[in-house]
């Protein structure tokens, strides 16, 4: 009954925003925007020439995600040059999931096209993922064919982590697919009422299901500006995938343990046949003494192991129960309510 309340009174605080009434668009294009100063204009003409191609209302949401440069004036003018382009400011860093996170919550239209603002998702593609929605897919995913222009590095950290999540965890995530993707609107509303903290956008929008299918397109080099993504972001973001939809790494644990067993039992018969074999007393102490400090130093880093994994979960368990916002919005540009209200 107590966990109900509390379920109830954590909806109504972070439930998100309404969605605009009257003259939605059809189109919703979702951006998040952190210090790209040299590629937003050229984003969002880009994409409004693809968009007007199709022939219907559609609005471009930019999140900028505490931006240090130029970005956010850029993105005020070209809201005053087009009132179809909306803008959300963050009041700081916030992180790309969580800017998506306030797009979809604002956006308004009938499908959400979520894509990068640095167009190394190219916007030329979205009329692809629209025909597969016309068909009557819920999610129409863009999977990367090919990248350019990344490092070895990335390329190989990036096939080996996709191809991992899918392995361990029970959701069936498309490999090589990132956060590029038409979702309907009914999706849309699933996941915006999903709120929880350490958000994994991939991974949620398979979870709450519904008829999705792929586009292939070639992912391109960035033109300008530098990756957002350093390995300790790459790290987190990995571990956020893997904790969300998994439990293997605390099963982890379990099977650590067991195999430290076995281990150990293994040692107390060599230790024991080689006391037995020892030519003298003192021979017969030393190899009992390097016995005992090989296992205590094992258990000791299995026991550290486990106790790290387990840290791992408490960590998300903690943010998820002080149920803080998921962001803040300094100011919202174009949308019919203002940015309190519709603050998540
Ligand atoms: N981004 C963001 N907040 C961040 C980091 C990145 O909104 O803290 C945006 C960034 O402007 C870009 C997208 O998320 O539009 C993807 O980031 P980035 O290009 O750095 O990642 P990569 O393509 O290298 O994986
Ligand atoms: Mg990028």
Request: proline share 4%.
């Amino acid at each position: 009954m107590k966990y109900e309340r509390m379920q109830a009174d954590r909806n109504s605080r972070s439930t998100p925003p309404p969605t605009q009434v009257g003259g939605a668009p059809t189109f919703s294009v979702v951006a998040p925007v952190y210090n790209e100063e040299a590629l937003v204009e050229e984003f969002c003409r880009r994409t409004a020439l693809v968009l007007e191609s199709l022939g219907e209302p559609f609005e471009i949401v930019l999140i900028n995600d505490g931006s240090r440069d130029r970005s956010p004036l850029i993105m005020r003018s070209l809201h005053d040059r087009d009132a179809r382009i909306k803008v959300i400011n963050f009041s700081r860093n916030f992180g790309h999931q969580l800017a998506i996170t306030a797009g979809a919550d604002y956006a308004s239209g009938q499908a959400v096209v979520v894509i990068d603002s640095d167009l190394q998702d190219p916007p030329e593609v979205i009329p692809d993922l629209v025909a597969k929605w016309r068909e009557g897919y819920q999610v129409v995913y863009a999977v990367r064919e090919q990248r350019e222009g990344e490092t070895w590095f990335k390329t190989f950290t990036a096939a080996f982590f996709y191809r991992l999540i899918a392995r361990i965890t029970n959701v069936n995530l498309p490999v090589d697919a990132g956060d590029f993707r038409l979702m309907d609107r009914k999706v849309v509303k699933a996941l915006n009422s999903i709120r929880e903290q350490h958000r994994f956008m991939r991974g949620l929008s398979v979870w709450v299901g519904f008829q999705s299918t792929g586009v292939p397109y070639k992912r391109h080099a960035r033109t300008a500006g530098s990756t957002n993504y350093p390995l300790r972001k790459m790290l987190k973001f990995a571990l956020d995938g893997i904790t969300s939809f998994s439990y293997l790494p605390l099963q982890l644990a379990t099977y650590l343990g067991f195999l430290a067993a076995l281990l150990c039992l293994l040692f107390i018969l060599v230790v024991f046949i080689l006391r037995l074999g020892a030519a003298s007393a003192q021979a017969a102490a030393f190899y009992g003494q390097a016995a005992t400090l090989a296992s205590v130093l094992f258990i000791g880093a299995v026991q550290m192991i486990s106790l790290g994994i387990i840290g791992e979960y408490v960590g998300r368990i903690y943010d998820e129960v002080k149920g803080r916002p998921l962001y803040i919005v300094a100011e919202a540009l174009g949308f019919e309510h203002k940015g309190e209200e519709r603050e998540s």
